[in-house]
């Protein structure tokens, strides 16, 4: 056993010393001739490039293979979440059916009247006639485009004011800023009733609200439908300010950086006088009362 030991022991000093030999001739070779140590080099890449080649194929197969039960995973578990997606959508339209035949039960029920049909115009702001004592602006629709006074002029942020006065192809918006706007509000918090109220400031007040109105800053303002000229519910700003006493209002709308409104027909015409039509004059009162009488 010990000889068997001491002849092992032996074997690998022996290989140590081969291999040291063999890196010393490998490095004295190198400097003596670098072309034929290169080309040494070169010869045994080539014969390993194979072996190593063959050696990486099965690796290469089980990256391959690992990448794709990956993906295979990755398509179940989207899979698995779009069905469950799907069957919250599917959900959700049943209960929206469902809301969609009650209501119209309930309207047959209570025999309202159905809402009117909202049409629009969009016009361009082509003046601005902002200054100290009017808040206005001009644009290019009139009524050749179907615009009529007391329509609402607004945008995607709020609204803006209503058209004052109509031409055949301008019509002119009355902000809600200026002077003699009067705007029926609500204050959405707390259903308190106002009027917005323009002072030709860059924020509005609120009048007639309830005395002891729990009104603060931050609260969203926005029309109440009263007085028929807009329908409730039309964003119009928030409360910027209550000191003494006087609650002020900054509009939702940039007024003085209006590019382009949305004029809105909510079927509410009617309710502002409209401009009395000229009477024309015949040739006799029976003629101007539409009764005329053939001629003799």
Do not use: C
Not at 16 to 32: R, Y
Not at 44 to 63: R, Y
Request: charged letters at 20%; aromatic letters at 4%; hydrophobic letters at 45%.
């Amino acid at each position: 056993m010990r000889l068997l030991l001491a002849v092992r022991a032996l074997g690998q000093r022996f290989i140590m010393l081969i291999l040291i030999a063999a890196s010393v001739v490998v490095i004295v070779l190198g400097k003596a001739d670098t072309l034929l140590f290169e080309r040494l080099r070169g010869g045994f890449a080539d014969a390993v490039s194979g072996v190593l080649e063959l050696a990486s194929q099965p690796a290469n197969a089980a990256g391959t293979a690992m990448q794709r039960v990956h993906d295979v995973v990755a398509l179940y578990r989207e899979n698995d979440r779009l069905r469950q997606e799907n069957e919250r959508l599917l959900q959700w339209q049943q209960v929206a059916q469902t809301l969609a035949a009650e209501n119209t039960r309930l309207r047959g029920l209570l025999n309202l009247a159905p809402e009117p049909m909202v049409s629009f115009v969009s016009a361009k702001v082509i003046a601005n006639s902002g200054g100290s004592f009017v808040r206005s602006v001009l644009v290019n629709a009139g009524g050749a485009e179907g615009v009529v006074r007391g329509q609402a002029a607004i945008t995607g942020e709020g609204l803006v004011g209503r058209i004052a006065e109509v031409g055949e192809r301008a019509a002119r918006v009355l902000l809600i800023t200026d002077l003699n706007s009067r705007v029926p509000v609500t204050v959405e918090s707390s259903r308190e009733r106002a009027v917005l109220a323009g002072d030709n400031s860059e924020q509005p007040r609120l009048i007639y609200l309830p005395p002891r109105s729990p009104v603060k800053v931050g609260d969203r303002i926005v029309t109440s439908g009263h007085g028929g000229v807009f329908p409730p519910g039309l964003p119009v700003g928030v409360v910027a300010s209550t000191s003494d006493g006087v609650a002020r209002v900054e509009p939702f709308v940039e007024l003085s950086r209006l590019d382009f409104v949305r004029i809105v027909d909510f079927g509410l015409g009617g309710v502002l006088p409209q401009p009395v039509q000229p009477i024309v004059r015949g040739r006799g009162k029976k003629e101007a009362a539409g009764t005329d009488e053939a001629p003799r």
